[in-house]
């Protein structure tokens, strides 16, 4: 019986540190992200954010799961305020969860989300679809507006697997 071994040859790992890394600064009001990993091919987004205190996300549907573990502060959702989040968390949301992200004191955290937000304005009407590709767009626009460098994160089928 003869097997074949599959072996993934790679000059260096695919990896990042958001302290060297640094974040960019309001890639959406009030939020400040370190992207690690995009692919918005199989619609997968990996950032570490911080939030600053008072920061209110829109109302917003998840298509698929979200796993997220809070490492400073605090935050809840507006819908479930009893479950407020510490440092140390770790949340999982499945498709389908409809919710408000609120941070009354600031919150840092580190999200794994598998497929789309669809965002609600304040009146509950469709305001647009935060994805992968979405996410991409917005942290480098947001990088290029404040006159910060281009984030380094991994990108499926860029050389070597990152951005620059």
């Given at each position: 019986m003869t097997s074949t071994l599959t072996i993934h040859h790679q000059d260096r790992l695919l990896t990042i540190n958001r302290h060297k890394e640094g974040e960019v600064k309001n890639a959406l009001p009030g939020v400040h992200v370190t992207p690690c990993f995009l692919d918005p091919e199989n619609g997968l987004w990996v950032l570490y954010a911080r939030f600053d205190p008072g920061t209110m996300l829109p109302k917003h549907f998840h298509t698929g799961t979200v796993h997220f573990f809070t490492t400073a502060g605090s935050w809840a959702y507006v819908e479930y305020p009893e479950d407020v989040q510490t440092e140390g968390s770790y949340l999982y949301e499945p498709g389908g969860s409809i919710h408000t992200f609120?941070?009354?004191?600031?919150?840092?955290?580190?999200?794994?989300?598998n497929g789309a937000n669809v965002n609600f304005?304040?009146?509950?009407?469709f305001m647009n679809i935060m994805d992968a590709g979405w996410i991409e767009e917005a942290v480098l626009a947001a990088a290029k507006a404040a006159g910060q460098p281009t984030p380094r994160y991994i990108r499926p089928g860029a050389p070597a697997g990152f951005t620059a």
């Open positions: 609120k941070s009354d004191e600031g919150t840092e955290g580190f999200m794994v989300v304005a304040e009146d509950g009407s």
